[in-house]
C-alpha cells in the first residue's frame, strides 16, 4: 500500500537523513585516511589530511541542513545557533603539533601546538566569508520574520544569540588573533555539541507526540543522546585543559584520546538526527512541534 505524503513531509524528511549521510560520508572519508595514513589525534586533525575537502564540505552541508529545517520551537532555536557554529569548527581548524600527521608534515614556529602560517590565510578568508554571510543571513531572517509574520520569542532570542556570536567571533579575530586561532576550533565545537545535547535533553522531557506509540523509547533515545554527549565533551575538555597545562595529548604519535572522544560526540550527533527522522516522519509541519512545551516553559 503506498503511504500519502506531502511535499513538505518529505522534503523535512530527506533533510535530516541528508544530515545522518553527511555525517556517515565524514566517517567514511576518515576511516580511509586513517587506514591509509595512520591514526588521527583528533577527528579535527583531518583537515590537515587529505580529507580536508569533506570533513569541510560536510560541516558546511550540516550547517545548511539544519538552517532548513525552520520552526519557531525552542529546540528549533538551538539547532539555528548550533549551525552557525558548524563552518567556525570548518574554517578555523584545530591547533596542531610540529609532527607528521597521518603522512602530512606540520610545522609549528615553537614549541607546543599551533596553527600552521601556511594556513592562517585561508582562516581569514573564511572568516571574513563567514561574518559577512552571517551578518546578512541574521539581517535578512529578521526580515523574513516580520514579512511572514513568524517572529516568536524563540526565534527572536536565537537570532539576537546569531548576531552576539558573529558579533563576537569577528570581534575576537580582529583584537586577539592569536589566542582565536588557539582557542576558537574548540569554543566552537564545545558550544555546537553542547546546544545539541540541549535540545535533544529537552526532546526528551517535553510532552509526547501526536501518537503515543513508542514515546517512551524515544524519550529514553534522546535522554541517552544528551548525557552520552555530554560525557564526551566533559572528557574531551578534560583534555583540553590537560594539553593547556603542558600534557599534549594530541600528537600525532599520541595516544588517539581525542579523536575517541570527538568521534564519540560525532556519532550520537548522527543517532540524534537519526531518532528525529523516526519521531517525526509523518509530521506535516514539525517546525511547531515543541510550540506548546515552549509555551508552558514562558508560563
Same mark, same amino acid.
Given at each position: 500500500?503506498?503511504?500519502?505524503?506531502?511535499?513538505?513531509?518529505?522534503?523535512?524528511?530527506? /533533510?535530516?537523513?541528508?544530515?545522518?549521510?553527511?555525517?556517515l560520508l565524514l566517517a567514511?572519508?576518515?576511516?580511509?585516511?586513517?587506514?591509509?595514513?595512520?591514526?588521527?589525534?583528533? /577527528?579535527?586533525?583531518?583537515?590537515?589530511?587529505?580529507?580536508?575537502?569533506? #570533513?569541510?564540505?560536510?560541516?558546511?552541508?550540516?550547517?545548511?541542513?539544519?538552517l532548513a529545517l525552520s520552526?519557531?520551537?525552542?529546540?528549533?532555536?538551538?539547532?539555528?545557533?548550533?549551525?552557525?557554529?558548524?563552518?567556525?569548527?570548518?574554517?578555523?581548524?584545530?591547533?596542531?603539533?610540529?609532527?607528521?600527521?597521518?603522512?602530512?608534515?606540520?610545522?609549528?614556529?615553537?614549541?607546543?601546538?599551533?596553527?600552521?602560517?601556511?594556513?592562517?590565510?585561508?582562516?581569514?578568508?573564511?572568516?571574513?566569508?563567514?561574518? &559577512?554571510?552571517?551578518?546578512?543571513?541574521?539581517?535578512?531572517?529578521v526580515v523574513l520574520a516580520?514579512?511572514?509574520?513568524?517572529?516568536?520569542?524563540?526565534?527572536?532570542?536565537?537570532?539576537?544569540?546569531?548576531?552576539?556570536?558573529?558579533?563576537?567571533?569577528?570581534?575576537?579575530?580582529?583584537?586577539?588573533?592569536?589566542?582565536?586561532?588557539?582557542?576558537?576550533?574548540?569554543?566552537?565545537?564545545?558550544?555546537?555539541?553542547?546546544?545539541?545535547?540541549?535540545?535533544?535533553?529537552?526532546?526528551?522531557?517535553?510532552?509526547?507526540?501526536?501518537?503515543?506509540?513508542?514515546?517512551?523509547?524515544?524519550?529514553?533515545?534522546?535522554?541517552?543522546? &544528551?548525557?552520552?554527549?555530554?560525557?564526551?565533551?566533559? #572528557?574531551?575538555?578534560?583534555?583540553?585543559?590537560?594539553?593547556?597545562?603542558?600534557?599534549?595529548?594530541?600528537?600525532?604519535?599520541?595516544?588517539?584520546? #581525542?579523536?575517541?572522544?570527538?568521534?564519540?560526540?560525532?556519532?550520537? #550527533?548522527?543517532?540524534?538526527?537519526?531518532?528525529?527522522?523516526?519521531?517525526?516522519?509523518?509530521?506535516?509541519?514539525?517546525?511547531?512541534?515543541?510550540?506548546?512545551?515552549?509555551?508552558?516553559?514562558?508560563?
Amino acid at each position: 500500500m503506498q503511504l500519502r505524503t506531502t511535499s513538505t513531509q518529505r522534503t523535512y524528511r530527506y /533533510v535530516r537523513l541528508s544530515i545522518v549521510g553527511v555525517v556517515l560520508l565524514l566517517a567514511v572519508s576518515i576511516t580511509a585516511q586513517v587506514v591509509a595514513g595512520g591514526p588521527l589525534g583528533s /577527528v579535527s586533525a583531518a583537515y590537515y589530511t587529505p580529507a580536508r575537502n569533506v #570533513f569541510v564540505g560536510s560541516l558546511c552541508a550540516v550547517a545548511l541542513a539544519m538552517l532548513a529545517l525552520s520552526g519557531r520551537s525552542v529546540e528549533q532555536a538551538l539547532l539555528d545557533v548550533a549551525a552557525l557554529l558548524a563552518p567556525v569548527i570548518a574554517f578555523v581548524p584545530t591547533p596542531v603539533a610540529t609532527g607528521d600527521i597521518s603522512g602530512v608534515a606540520v610545522a609549528c614556529p615553537g614549541e607546543g601546538a599551533c596553527i600552521p602560517a601556511a594556513v592562517v590565510p585561508e582562516v581569514a578568508n573564511g572568516m571574513v566569508s563567514l561574518a &559577512a554571510i552571517g551578518v546578512i543571513g541574521v539581517l535578512g531572517a529578521v526580515v523574513l520574520a516580520v514579512v511572514q509574520r513568524t517572529l516568536s520569542a524563540a526565534l527572536a532570542w536565537a537570532l539576537a544569540l546569531a548576531g552576539a556570536i558573529v558579533v563576537g567571533m569577528v570581534g575576537w579575530w580582529t583584537l586577539a588573533p592569536e589566542t582565536f586561532l588557539l582557542g576558537a576550533h574548540y569554543v566552537a565545537t564545545i558550544g555546537f555539541f553542547s546546544l545539541i545535547a540541549a535540545v535533544a535533553a529537552l526532546a526528551a522531557i517535553r510532552p509526547a507526540a501526536r501518537t503515543r506509540r513508542g514515546h517512551r523509547a524515544l524519550r529514553a533515545a534522546y535522554a541517552a543522546i &544528551a548525557a552520552g554527549i555530554v560525557l564526551s565533551l566533559a #572528557f574531551v575538555i578534560g583534555l583540553v585543559v590537560l594539553q593547556a597545562v603542558g600534557v599534549d595529548l594530541i600528537a600525532a604519535d599520541g595516544p588517539p584520546l #581525542f579523536f575517541a572522544g570527538e568521534a564519540v560526540a560525532l556519532l550520537l #550527533f548522527a543517532a540524534f538526527w537519526a531518532v528525529q527522522t523516526v519521531e517525526l516522519w509523518n509530521e506535516s509541519d514539525p517546525a511547531f512541534r515543541a510550540a506548546g512545551f515552549a509555551r508552558r516553559i514562558r508560563e
